[in-house]
């Protein structure tokens, strides 16, 4: 008698015998509406500029974000994501360009405000490292970046960004106590609806190395980030980070940098009833994207890499392929 139990009675190849079945056991799924897009902007009219660390990634003046937010919108992309290419001589040590009302991030919400109402969401960095002349995401003095002054300055940008119509606020500083402080200032100006996404676990990593130069911070960064980031080598802390976030008010948290940190996710998705974001980052992005170009790994590793954050648990992804994959599971 075969026992079906075990070989040769049980066979897990059956299931994968065709297209069709394959399908029918699919555990996880790629959807439009797990994508977030990035958007670099910068000054000027009419400009479309390759950045040299992202190949295929644009920035763009503000008037052609409807070039790209049509395509976005008609895709169905839940979510934009706003990084401002700040001119040098807008910067300075306590990045105060954050507060202008007609600096970029502002100019562009306001644009994508008008001309897409609510079909797209906008996300809005909080940090100060597009604006600061030593490129740290809070007040460098004495070569300490200080904490609580830094987020009176992130108080102050969130109900600006608030104002001129963003979504969602991501803090992306990693100061201490800055959700809860943000999430009051928000409730007390009436911002009730606006979101909070915190940059909850975020790593130093060396993978943010193509953003910094695309955002022109990498010349600029003095050090590294790692008293206020988090060491590559904790997990644990990772939920500490999480459980206090989730306290102070945020509404979704993050996970940053993505694959080298797919157990983070994992141990989030098990230990919170939480939505969580992976931001697939930069360097990621340009690994992948230079192995397709020089022919190493084919396109498909693109769906892939993205699946496996879906394996892990993440309720979206930002990701620099948002716009291409998007079309591509349209069809
Ligand atoms: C800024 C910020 C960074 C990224 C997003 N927001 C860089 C950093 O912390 O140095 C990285 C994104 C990427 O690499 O794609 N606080």
């Known amino acids: 008698m075969i026992i079906t139990g075990k070989y040769p009675g049980l066979r897990l190849r059956r299931n994968r015998k065709s297209d069709w079945t394959r399908r029918l056991v699919q555990e996880n799924h790629l959807s439009v509406n797990d994508l977030v897009l990035p958007i ?7 400009k479309k500029e390759s950045i040299p660390s992202m190949p295929d990634i ?21 979510m934009v994501a706003l990084f401002p290419y700040t001119k040098s001589n807008l910067k300075n040590n306590s990045g105060c360009e954050a507060l202008n009302e007609n600096n970029l991030v502002c100019r562009s919400i306001r644009l994508i405000k008008k001309n897409y109402k609510n ?5 809005c960095d909080v940090a100060l490292d597009p ?12 070569g300490k970046i200080l904490n609580d002054e830094t987020i009176e300055i992130l108080i102050k940008q969130s109900i600006l960004q608030s104002e001129m119509g963003c979504d969602v ?23 009730q609806d606006v979101q909070i996404l915190s940059y909850a676990a975020k790593y130093a990593s060396s993978f943010y190395g193509p953003f910094r130069n695309a955002v022109g911070s990498n010349n600029l960064l003095k050090g590294d980030k790692k008293t206020y980031q988090m060491d590559f080598s904790n997990n644990q802390e990772a939920l500490r ?10 509404d979704m948290v993050m996970v940053k940098p993505g694959m080298p940190y797919l157990d983070i996710i994992k141990s989030v998705k098990e230990n919170f009833k939480i939505p969580v974001l992976a931001y697939q980052v930069s360097g990621e992005y340009s690994l992948i994207k230079n192995g397709i170009n020089k022919k190493i790994i084919n396109d498909n590793s693109i769906i892939e890499s993205l699946t496996s954050f879906k394996r892990a648990g993440a309720s979206a992804i930002i990701t620099y392929f948002a ?9």
């Open 241 to 250: 980070e999480i459980a206090l976030d989730i306290k102070e008010g945020a």
């Open 323 to 331: 716009d291409k994959i998007a079309k591509k599971l349209r069809q």
């Open 58 to 78: 644009y920035r763009y003046s503000v008037d052609k974000i409807p070039t790209i937010l049509d395509n976005a919108v008609k895709s169905k992309i839940p």
């Open 169 to 191: 606020i991501a803090p992306s500083d990693m100061m201490d106590g800055r959700i809860g402080k943000i999430r009051k200032a928000l409730d007390k100006k009436k911002f």
């Open 40 to 46: 670099f902007v910068m000054d000027g009219s009419n």
């Open 119 to 123: 079909k797209i969401g906008i996300m």
């Open 131 to 142: 604006y600061t002349s030593h490129g740290h995401d809070g007040i460098l003095s004495r």
